[in-house]
T-cell receptor, first 117, second 112 residues
Framework: GAVVSQHPSRVICKSGTSVKIECRSL??????MFWYRQFPKQSLMLMAT?????????EQGVEKDKFLINHASLTLSTLTVTSAHPEDSSFYIC?????????????FGQGTRLTVV | EDQVTQSPEALRLQEGESSSLNCSYT??????LFWYRQDPGKGPEFLFT???AGEEKEKERLKATLTKKESFLHITAPKPEDSATYLC?????????????FGRGTQLTVWP
């Protein structure tokens, strides 16, 4: 299957600072990537759809100024959590699909555990 | 509204004790139903895609089946290394390719 790499796997930051998470498709080009958030023992909740070369599409209730998404190339999307607060602590996961062959499977990164102190 | 419900929430099996996990779904036109395995602190690992009712797929001790309303993940003679959370997700026709709606998962524990 296609490989999606996410970095960092863990990050601890101070309240009020910003944190950037990277999501890369290693062996395919991804015009669209997705960012999810997962709380303990909960489902993955879609936060936003990242579109290469255009603005991200955010799900209802997700603050676009808090969670900045940039998809500047066909293999890289970044999520920046701005002015982080303890309630932003969570597990963030990205996914991408190799659409060249019209495959519908989504492949996920390893996830990033964010802890805001 | 698209919905995915998984049951049970948690399942404990003895090694070798076969069982099934359920995923019920409501979607406005199913493009595909997906099963993933997630280990603690990791991203989901792709297992299967099912596209139409009656379809079945197998991989080692796992077999996934699909009807018009639900999917089952059958685990035959499980081993401790099968312990993980199993996630079901659907993709709706008309939605962006790759966009998934997830259930809460079934946490499977297999003890020796």
């Amino acid at each position: 299957g296609a490989v999606v790499s996410q970095h960092p796997s863990r990050v601890i930051c101070k309240s009020g600072t910003s944190v950037k998470i990277e999501c890369r498709s290693l062996d395919f080009q991804a015009t669209t990537m997705f960012w999810y958030r997962q709380f303990p023992k909960q489902s993955l909740m879609l936060m936003a759809t990242s579109n290469e070369g255009s603005k991200a599409t955010y799900e209802q209730g997700v603050e676009k100024d808090k969670f900045l998404i940039n998809h500047a190339s066909l293999t890289l999307s970044t999520l920046t959590v701005t002015s982080a607060h303890p309630e932003d602590s969570s597990f963030y996961i990205c996914s991408a699909s190799d659409l060249a062959g019209m495959n519908t499977e989504a492949f996920f990164g390893q996830g990033t555990r964010l802890t805001v102190v | 509204e698209d919905q995915v419900t998984q049951s049970p929430e948690a399942l404990r099996l003895q090694e070798g004790e076969s069982s099934s996990l359920n995923c019920s779904y409501t979607v406005s036109g199913l493009r595909g139903l997906f099963w993933y395995r997630q280990d603690p602190g990791k991203g989901p690992e792709f297992l299967f895609t099912l596209y139409s009712a009656g379809e079945e797929k197998e991989k080692e001790r796992l077999k996934a089946t699909l009807t018009k309303k639900e999917s089952f993940l059958h685990i035959t003679a499980p081993k401790p290394e099968d312990s993980a959370t199993y996630l079901c997700a659907v993709q709706a026709r008309g939605s962006t390719l790759g966009r998934l709606y997830f259930g809460r998962g079934t946490q499977l524990t297999v003890w020796p």
